[in-house]
């Protein structure tokens, strides 16, 4: 389609104390994706969908990390897209089951990494990313194609 290869502008984990309040560890994600979203000035955001933990409190911190995500991104303009973490992995890999190694490993050669990127939540973040790249266009034309004939989006 003569589209350019995806480029990686910036990675990396926003870092909280684990002994510190959950507000407080809240507010510095906040602030440093909002500083992140103002230095890179991105047109759009993905996310994966939330998924289910046996653990009630690793559950619940999540949720509360990403409610501050989407926040951040609102605040910040940026339309978010969510996708499940299966359709990442089927997305990207072709296989809606792949390993955590392997969907790591395909984002490196996609992205033209020199290594494999690292931890998992960044590589996840790239997944997300990848994926939302390749889906969103079709998203966008079937909203479109559903406005025209008067369908609800």
Not at 61 to 67: F, I
Not at 127 to 140: I, Q, T
Request: glycine content about 6%; hydrophobic content about 45%.
């Amino acid at each position: 389609d003569g589209a350019a290869p995806p480029r990686l502008a910036a990675a990396g984990l926003i870092h909280t104390l684990k002994n510190t309040l959950l507000e407080k560890r809240l507010a510095t994600i906040f602030d440093e994706l909002a500083a992140r979203i103002k230095e890179h000035s991105p047109d759009e955001a993905a996310i994966e969908e939330v998924f289910f933990s046996k653990r009630a409190d690793t559950q619940a911190n999540t949720t509360h990390a990403r409610g501050v995500i989407l926040l951040a991104c609102e605040k910040g303009g940026i339309p978010i897209s969510a996708y499940n973490p299966k359709v990442i992995k089927k997305t990207v890999s072709g296989n809606g089951a792949a390993e955590k190694r392997q969907i790591q490993r395909i984002v490196q050669i996609t992205l033209n990494l020199v290594s494999v990127p690292e931890p998992d939540d960044v590589a996840d973040a790239m997944a997300a990313a990848l994926c939302h790249l390749r889906l969103a266009p079709l998203a966008r034309a079937m909203a479109k194609a559903k406005r025209k004939a008067g369908l609800p989006c």
